[in-house]
Structure formats: structure tokens, C-alpha cells
């Protein structure tokens, strides 16, 4: 065989060598491609997950220090001394009833006898009648040894019910005798009259009593906010004076008051509001004159948004007007509240199984047969962060109509194609 003719036999091999070499990676990368294809898919499916949807309550709330700010009216001591609420707090009072009385801190002592046995030493002296003075002594020692007697004769028997009977009327007694004289002798006229001014003026002190002068509920609560945190003033607040706002223990009446200190808080019960800082994302979620919830202390009720404004410390507040009276409004000025701009009663699904297809928002729901079928959501009534809230409307029957009871949804559907199988 010529040089020529192997040389080109050896080429041809080459050649088919190399096509050979060309199918077989073909072949290989398409083995690849496909293999790569299935584990792909297969693990879309097997990285799916779905919540079930159900009935429940979602909200949309936030959390604020809010301020109560209402009109009052303090009661002042007329003068020294203690007192006391004629009334309980958060009693209903109307104008001109005695709403605060003051405590007689000595009990033993009879004002009012007292003060009628010294008239009698004045109508007595002004007779000149001493022998008058002497029988009055006479019968006052008579009856004071007949009850002293009578006392021992009560212990003895052993009836001690009696003894406290007796004692008030042996100390009344001698307080009389007292009055004729003081210390065995004479008092004059003058002496007489400034004994009996003495009585009268702490007479006076111990029994006085505070009327108002306005109608509403009566309370203790005070904490010297009442002109500031008054309605009238509520457009000159700011954020910054909202926020040094503090609870106070209110009037302690177990100690002595001086004269012009408070010893009452009226407040008017029909109109009240909460005020606290806003931000443009709370008026967003506020429409205007319609009612939001308010929970305080577990207790929930109605506002609405009067109005808010830019203080002078650049911050927003907003003042919510409330007519519900059946919230202690008058027992603090300063309370930790949610707001609640939305409440839903209905559906409840993730929030993370939301997305968007053209322009729609909806979710992806597997039916059945373990298809994606897209559902349009076209009102969300409450979103938290975690859940929204749609309307239940149980005659959606199927999952053409839209989203129902028990519906399976698909979380982070990001990749998921309507008619897609995903399991």
C-alpha cells in the first residue's frame, strides 16, 4: 500500500473518530439537560408550601400613649382640716349638692353642746344671777355622783353593755361643768365670747362642706394638668409635652389639707377625647368621621378622628373624640392603647401568599386534582403583619367565584404559573 493511500485512510478515521466524539457529547449534555430539567422541577414541587385557609378576626393596629383630655373643674379646701368624698368616685354629681365634706378628727367633743352651754354662762353672767350658776353646779355634781354610782353598780353585775352609755353622758357632763368654771373660777364675759369663737371657727373647719358648681362625675384624680389638658386648649399641645405626661397617685385625704389645696376633681362625662402623636401613615389608614376601635385595658369603644395638626415641635398629634361613658376616663390621665383602623371577621390567609399577575392581586390555590389556579383578591378588609383579612361570603362555591373556606394556598408563590402541577 502506497504512502498516499494510508495517509488518507488514516485521515477518514480521524474523522468519524471525531463525529463520534460530537454525538456522544451531544447525547451526554442532553442527558444532563433533561436529568437537570426533572431534578429542577421536582424540587420546585417539593419546596412548595401552602397554609389552609380559615375563619378568624385580622386587624390593623397600631400602639400609642394616648392622653386623656377632658374639661374639669377642682374643688379647694375652704379651709384647713381633712376630708373626704361625700360620694364615690365616678359618681354622677349635679351642681349646688354638697360633693365633699370635711372629718371631724375629735369625736369627743359636742360642738354644738359646747357651744350652747357657753350662751348659758353669757345669759347667766348678764342675770348677775350667781345663785342661778350655784343650782345649775349642784345638779351637774348630783347627776355625775348618781352615774358614777350607777356605773360601779353596772360593773359589778357584770352588765357592761351600759358603761359606754354611761361614760358619754359623764364626759358631756363635765365638759358643762367645765364651761361654768374654768379651773374653780369666775370667767368673764369677753373670756365667754372668745371661747365660744374659738368653737365656732373649728366647728366650722371640721364640719365644712365643698359644693359644686358644675355637673359630671367626681373623682380624686388630680394632677395639676386640669387647665392644660383642658378642650379649649387641645390645638396648643404638642408631642413633646404629650410624652412628659405622667400618672400621679391623685389627692391622699388620710393626710391634712391647707386651705386652697384640691380636695375634688369634677369632670364632665359626655365629652372627652385621646390625644396622642400620629403619623401620615396612621391618617392614611383614618378615613374621616368613620368610627375606629379603641382598646384600653381590654375594654374596647369607639372614636373618631376630630382632627389633627403640626405642633410647634414639628410633630403631628391627633385628638380622637370619644362618646362612650363606660370607660373610667377620670381614674388616669395617661394610658398605653391600641388603635384599631380595620377589623375584619372573616377569611384569614398568610400575607406571604400574596402576589401579583398582571396587574391582579390574588392567590394561588390548589385545586383537587393538584393544579395552581390563580384567585383574584380584590378587597382586603384588615392586614397585620402576618395575616390579611378578606370578606366570608359562603356562596362562593367554587374556586372560579373566588377564595373559599378550607381553600389550600400557596406561600411565596414567586415562580408559580397559573395550570402549573405542583404535586
Known amino acids: 500500500m502506497s504512502k498516499e493511500k494510508k495517509r488518507k485512510k488514516k485521515k477518514s478515521f480521524l474523522k468519524q473518530y471525531k463525529w463520534d466524539y460530537i454525538f456522544l457529547a ?32 385580622v386587624e390593623s ?34 351642681t349646688g349638692l354638697p360633693v365633699v365634706r370635711s372629718k371631724n378628727q375629735n369625736a369627743s367633743e359636742n360642738y354644738t353642746k359646747l357651744i350652747e352651754l357657753i350662751d348659758s354662762r353669757i345669759a347667766l353672767l348678764g342675770s348677775e344671777s350667781r345663785t342661778l350658776q350655784d343650782n345649775e353646779v349642784e ?66 373647719s371640721k364640719n365644712t362642706v365643698v359644693i359644686s358648681d358644675m355637673n359630671g362625675l367626681i373623682s380624686s384624680y388630680y394632677d395639676g394638668h386640669e387647665k392644660e389638658l383642658n378642650i379649649l386648649n387641645i390645638r396648643n399641645l404638642t408631642v413633646s409635652q404629650l410624652e412628659q405626661i405622667k400618672n400621679v397617685s391623685g389627692i391622699d385625704y388620710s393626710t391634712e389639707k391647707k386651705k386652697g389645696d384640691p380636695v375634688a376633681v369634677i369632670s364632665e362625662n359626655y365629652r372627652w377625647y385621646l390625644a396622642c402623636e400620629v403619623t401620615e401613615e396612621d391618617i392614611d389608614n383614618i378615613a374621616s368621621e368613620r368610627p375606629i376601635f379603641i382598646e384600653i385595658e381590654d375594654k374596647r369603644f369607639r372614636a373618631y378622628l376630630e382632627d389633627f395638626y403640626k405642633g410647634t ?111
Open 26 to 57: 451531544i447525547f451526554i449534555l442532553s442527558a444532563v439537560v433533561y436529568y437537570a430539567d426533572s431534578v429542577i422541577k421536582a424540587s420546585r414541587m417539593k419546596q412548595i408550601y401552602t397554609s389552609i385557609v380559615d375563619f378568624g378576626v
Open 313 to 423: 415641635d414639628g410633630k403631628f398629634v391627633g385628638y380622637f373624640r370619644v362618646e362612650d361613658d363606660k370607660f373610667n376616663f377620670f381614674e388616669k390621665r395617661k394610658f398605653t392603647a391600641k388603635l384599631i383602623f380595620q377589623s375584619s371577621n372573616g377569611l384569614v390567609l398568610p400575607n406571604s401568599a400574596l402576589t401579583d399577575i398582571d396587574g391582579k392581586s390574588g392567590v394561588f390555590v390548589v385545586d383537587m386534582t393538584g393544579i395552581a389556579r390563580f384567585v383574584e383578591i380584590k378587597d382586603i378588609v384588615a392586614e397585620d403583619d402576618k395575616n390579611i383579612g378578606v370578606e366570608y361570603d359562603a356562596s362562593v362555591q367554587n374556586i372560579n367565584q373566588g377564595l373559599r373556606l378550607y381553600d389550600e394556598v400557596i406561600i411565596n408563590p414567586s415562580g408559580i404559573v397559573e395550570g402549573q402541577r405542583v404535586r
Open 61 to 94: 393596629s397600631t400602639t400609642k400613649q394616648m392622653v386623656i383630655i377632658r374639661n374639669d373643674k377642682v374643688l379647694v379646701a375652704p379651709s384647713d382640716g381633712y376630708y373626704e368624698l361625700s360620694y364615690p368616685e365616678g359618681e354622677r354629681v349635679k
Open 139 to 204: 345638779k351637774i355634781n348630783n347627776r355625775l355622783e348618781y352615774l358614777y354610782r350607777s356605773a360601779q353598780g353596772r360593773i359589778e353585775n357584770d352588765e357592761i353593755e351600759y358603761i359606754e352609755i354611761i361614760k358619754k353622758e359623764l364626759i358631756s357632763l363635765n365638759d358643762r361643768k367645765r364651761y361654768f368654771f374654768s379651773d374653780g373660777s369666775a370667767v368673764s364675759k369677753e373670756e365667754l365670747l372668745k371661747q365660744k369663737q374659738q368653737l365656732l371657727t373649728e366647728f366650722d
